[in-house]
């Protein structure tokens, strides 16, 4: 079984550019999931798709960051501009029917010069 | 006060140590709880759900305890391979939602 597919694996940018991550999750999981893992900290999830539907966006800096699954499928994650700070790992992950048992791609790492 | 906290270590161990982490959680309405392992550089992977009663996985106990709001993971026979770093999961009541804590990375040496 394919796992959570994410591109790109790494990303340099500037400051105040912008930039986009992808992320295809297991065939069939409904639940798409995108974190935030600044390092030495845990991921912080910024965005719950169910399907094409927003589940919890609560931690998602709105102003800048904003993401999409329009299909059901396959999902991005955007940001601009981007800041010194939004520095990390950006992880996608989905679930079938056991919402604690997330499976995660490899992840993009970013980094904002 | 962070919701999951955890000793971020690092701890060194012998192998075939037996080695335990703690973490504690700040919402006494959490309801879920689980062990996730995250290998250096990779994805975390879900390693173990934590039950009131206790848990055994192999070389792996988890337990917890509602009443201080602490969670335990015990590793016995510590091999190189469990060099990592163990992530304490909540989920808060309601919700199912996985709260990360930051972590404590394990390093088994020789």
């Known amino acids: 079984e394919a796992g959570v597919a994410q591109s790109p694996r790494y990303k340099i940018i500037e400051k105040r550019q912008s930039v986009a991550f992808w992320c295809n999750p297991i065939?069939?999981?409904?639940?798409l999931y995108w974190y935030q893992q600044i390092l030495g900290q845990g991921p912080k999830l910024l965005i719950q798709f169910q399907n094409n539907g927003v589940v919890d966006d609560s931690q998602l800096p709105k102003d800048r960051f904003s993401a999409e699954r329009l299909k059901g499928v396959d999902s991005t994650l955007k940001i601009q501009p981007a800041k010194l700070e939004d520095s990390a790992v950006y992880l996608c992950?989905?679930?079938?029917?056991?919402?604690?048992?997330?499976?995660f791609g490899p992840g993009t790492r970013l980094t904002v010069l | 006060r962070k919701e999951v906290e955890q000793d971020p270590g690092p701890f060194n161990v012998p192998e075939g140590a037996t080695v335990a982490f703690n973490c504690t959680y700040s919402?006494?309405?959490?309801?879920?709880f689980f062990w996730y392992r995250q290998d250096c550089r990779k994805e975390p992977k879900l390693l173990m759900s934590?039950?009131?009663s206790g848990n055994e996985d192999g070389r792996f106990t988890a337990q917890l305890n509602r009443a201080s709001q602490y969670i335990s993971l015990l590793i016995r026979d510590s091999k190189l391979s469990d060099s990592a770093t163990y992530l304490c999961?909540?989920?808060?009541?309601?919700?199912?939602?996985?709260?990360f804590g930051t972590g404590t990375r394990l390093q088994v040496f020789p």
């Open positions: 919402n006494s309405a959490s309801q879920s």
């Open positions: 065939s069939g999981h409904a639940t």
């Open positions: 999961v909540v989920t808060p009541g309601g919700t199912d939602k996985l709260i």
């Open positions: 934590v039950y009131s």
């Open positions: 992950a989905s679930s079938l029917d056991r919402p604690y048992e997330q499976f």
